[in-house]
């Protein structure tokens, strides 16, 4: 059984840092991308970044030189650095692991909280 656990949430100002952690248990039988995606009070889902086995990584434009994402394959573990946070990061931050860097994957974290103080 696959198991993502987050940390790393919290409440910081704007212009902070926050470092998101995702640790994977379990065997995956599928992709091999991990990213996270964040859904904030009243919108939909999106992608936030994400990160092949190879190190193919993806953001979406809003983030693209503010957060950055990284793995340890032999931990299976994803990280998302995030810096000059704005108000607008503000919501649930989820890991996803088994997609391709095309397509969502089947396994989902808790989710974690991040808000961001104007």
């Known amino acids: 059984q696959v198991q993502l656990v987050e940390s790393g949430g919290g409440l910081v100002q704007a212009g902070g840092s926050l470092r998101l952690s995702c640790a994977a248990s379990?065997?995956?039988?599928?992709?091999?991308?991990m990213g996270w995606y964040r859904r904030a009070p009243g919108k939909q889902r999106e992608l936030v970044a994400l990160i092949t086995s190879g190190g193919r990584t993806r953001y979406r434009d809003s983030v693209e030189g503010r957060f950055s994402i990284s793995r340890d394959n032999a931990k299976n573990t994803v990280y998302l650095q995030m810096s000059g946070l704005k108000p607008e990061d503000t919501a649930v931050y989820y890991c996803?692991?088994?997609?391709?860097?095309?397509?969502?994957?089947?396994?989902w974290g808790q989710g974690t909280q991040v808000t961001v103080s104007s």
């Open positions: 379990g065997s995956i039988a599928s992709g091999d991308a």
């Open positions: 996803n692991a088994g997609g391709t860097y095309n397509f969502l994957g089947d396994y």
